[in-house]
């Protein structure tokens, strides 16, 4: 049955998914109304999803205003997160497949992980870290490939109360060597290659170049995925497989604390260093397994697919965490959307006969860039939702999304959230509510926005409203602080609005209520659903030694969303060319990684400043947008013949 558009635009899900989902529009609004009526008494009941080891009497201790901010959630409680994702369910799922791990080379064969699998490699893993000296509490790096090996470690890490650490494999060496640092781990664990779309990334080659920064007893535990060849420093480099099929098959789990962290994740900011957001482990794991389970509309034996990488929040929540506390069959893939063809989500979805598909848009709009052709060729009778993640999803990659890969039968799921929120703040639930294009919906369970005037902060209460996009309460997927600065982490994102966090982005409230998140309004960026701080990419630029300065801004990109503009100014003397252009990128992709490369680079022989010195961003966002007759109030400007200097030579391409 194919969902049509009612006479507002909106889709609501046909009778059929309504009738088989765990909650439609009645239950939702009963629950939702009950999840912030008494949220003690509903997170009590939810919690019991998951399994204690010593029950909470507490349920939630939290308080959001500075400069005592502080979030706890089941604080008395005990248990293991490995123990929740793998052991209880030896019961029921033993044989069942908790990972089909799919290759990026299409022709090498897929691997359906056990339950029973899952709980032994897991283990064997343990058992290494344990013999490697970690200790509960311990950080360990993980800088891997999207391979089973990532799974065990981040399960064994939970084993033993280690809190992991992952870097994406497409920082560099640099960022690498700064995450292994600030959070003073122990361990790195990498492979030897890391193939994606045909190609190989050398990661054990920049895990040793980024070690040259790290403490001494730093050791390197290496897959040997690929089986090319690498370099080996004995005494620090340790063969993982090896040792793992060396190793006792079990490992008993320790008991953790719910407020023990579980991991940190890097993240960009909007000023200076990336930051290391810290989740906590039992308001987490509960979080995660209700929001996988309620907004993919998860049942039993289904096969559920996240494509993103276990380096982002994503991977955590809605690969690993969330799916396997559910019991779920979840799949893992080490490829890219278009190797070996524009075809391959598509034929892994047949081959895996996928049931949910949860992506992001720009995907979309890159698959939808190379033709519906590669869609019709599979047989998607399989799905039964879609889901986005990462920015907002413009109307025409929604419909192409619904209309050649749904076939007009599948609800899609909008999901706002962010690394900081552990799970979905505002999505739809299929059974629920009817979707707008564009549109996150409402909030999920437990969940307050608040939409502030972003320069009054005052509430607006009116249902139509926009602003900045506050969050009144907290809920138990939320991080805790952040990596050994609490302040930091106080002032980032409760200082703005008092008794709120703040979640960076801007949005507008219709008259329905549905939320339409409008971006960020901080120097944060959002380029191909990955988040990058325009700081960060500055103080790369400015680390070379011909750039006097340098101000990035994004700009809209037809796939990506956002690009990265840079104006860069030389030092006095110093030549602007296409190659400087070029070494300028590659220096860069150095710093940061291939992610974080300018798409366009301007050169600047001077920037819009004002007469104290703060260079004017609005001005130069105005210029990259190519949106010249808003440029505002320039006359408090130092030097305004900049701002025509800069337009006239803006980058005309892309
Ligand atoms: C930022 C968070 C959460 C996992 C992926 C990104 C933007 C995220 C949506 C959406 C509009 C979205 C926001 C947010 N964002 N999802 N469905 N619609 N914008 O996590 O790297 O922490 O980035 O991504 O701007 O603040 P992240």
Partial sequence: MTIKPDAKGMYAASSEVVAGAHVDATEYARRYQASVADPQAFWANEAQRIDWIKPFTKVKDTNFNTPDVSIKWFEDGTLNISANCIDRHMITRAQQTAIIWEPDDPNAPAQHI???QLLEQTSRLANVLKAQGVKRGDRVVLYLPMIPEAAYAMLACARIGAIHSIVFAGFSPDALANRINDSDAKILITADFAPRGGKKTALKDNADKALLHCSDRVKCLVVKHTGDQISWVDGRDVDLRQEMAAAKPYCPYVEMGAEDPLFILYTSGSTGKPKGVVHSSGGYLVYAALTHQMTFDYHDGDIYWCTADVGWVTGHSYIIYGPLANGATTVMFEGVPTYPDAGRFW???????????????????????????????????????????????????????NTHVGKGRCPIVDTFWQTETGGHLITPLPGAMPTKPGSATLPFFGVKPVVLDASTAVVQEATEAEGVLCIADSWPGQMRTLWGDHDRFMEAYFSQYKGYYFTGDGCRRDGDGYYWITGRVDDVINVSGHRMGTAEVESALVAHEKVAEAAVVGYPHDIKGQGIYAYVTLMKGVEPSDALRKELEAFVRNEIGPIAKPDLLQWAPGLPKTRSGKIMRRILRKIAENDFAALGDTSTLADPSVVDELIANRMNKG
């Fill in 347 to 401: 034929a892994v979805c047949e081959k895996h006969k996928v049931n949910q598909f949860y992506t992001a848009p720009t995907a979309i709009r890159s698959l939808m860039g190379l033709g519906s052709e590669w869609v019709e060729k599979y047989d998607l009778s399989s799905l039964k939702l879609l889901g986005t993640v990462g920015e907002p999803i413009n109307p025409e990659a929604w419909n192409w999304y």
């Fill in 114 to 116: 056990t339950y029973t």
